[in-house]
T-cell receptor, first 113, second 109 residues
Framework: KAGVTQTPRYLIKTRGQQVTLSCSPI?????VSWYQQTPGQGLQFLFE???????NKGNFPGRFSGRQFSNSRSEMNVSTLELGDSALYLC????????????FGSGTRLTVV | TQLLEQSPQFLSIQEGENLTVYCNSS?????LQWYRQEPGEGPVLLVT???GGEVKKLKRLTFQFGDARKDSSLHITAAQPGDTGLYLC?????????WGAGTKLIIKP
């Protein structure tokens, strides 16, 4: 079966711009979580959606937002990009609470210049 | 605040040696998951343990969940260069995962 698909794979944006990243979960998985990964901070939880509802949110500013569609696909948006937003953004899906493990996509590498 | 501390942070050993990575917390978790991540890719789930004292084996990798469900260990026997990567543990609690900072493992041929 197809894995978690994230697009685009690489992205270069200028400070102040906004960006939208996409994630298609494994078929049948209703939970989608987003993470930011940087060398200095490790994996940082952004938010989690389940059946189109945001179920949990990490400690990120309001410039970071997301949504989930009825087909479980999810998008995250970052507005007014800052240099510090450069990171690998990872999406992970699971059937329910994720207690039995998540499947991650390959990520979107965002570089802000 | 729930925290998961992984140790060591970095480990570089020769092929054929054995090693153990630890994941410790003062909190109780409903599950403990181990992932391996290679550069530029997302983490890949290796195993999930849910019962205190549980031991799971995956070829040369042995995972153990502490009796009190607060800690876990990953033991690799006869490490190979293909085991190189970032090993992450994550504890399941209330609809979210608490992540360790990871152990960067390098196996030299």
């Amino acid at each position: 079966k197809a894995g978690v698909t994230q697009t685009p794979r690489y992205l270069i944006k200028t400070r102040g711009q906004q960006v939208t990243l996409s994630c298609s979960p494994i078929s049948g998985h209703r939970s989608v979580s987003w993470y930011q990964q940087t060398p200095g901070q490790g994996l940082q939880f952004l938010f989690e959606y389940f059946s189109e509802t945001q179920r949990n949110k990490g400690n990120f500013p309001g410039r970071f937002s997301g949504r989930q569609f009825s087909n479980s696909r999810s998008e995250m948006n970052v507005s007014t990009l800052e240099l510090g937003d450069s990171a690998l953004y990872l999406c992970a899906s699971s059937r329910g609470q994720g207690d039995y493990g998540y499947t991650f996509g390959s990520g979107t590498r965002l570089t802000v210049v | 605040t729930q925290l998961l501390e992984q140790s060591p942070q970095f480990l570089s050993i020769q092929e054929g040696e054995n090693l153990t990575v630890y994941c410790n917390s003062s909190s109780v978790f409903s599950s403990l998951q181990w992932y391996r991540q290679e550069p530029g890719e997302g983490p890949v789930l290796l195993v999930t343990v849910v019962t205190g004292g549980e031991v799971k084996k995956l070829k040369r990798l042995t995972f153990q969940f502490g009796d009190a469900r607060k800690d876990s260990s990953l033991h690799i026997t006869a490490a190979q260069p293909g085991d190189t990567g970032l090993y992450l543990c994550a504890g399941g609690s209330n609809y979210q995962l608490i992540w360790g900072a990871g152990t960067k493992l390098i196996i030299k041929p």
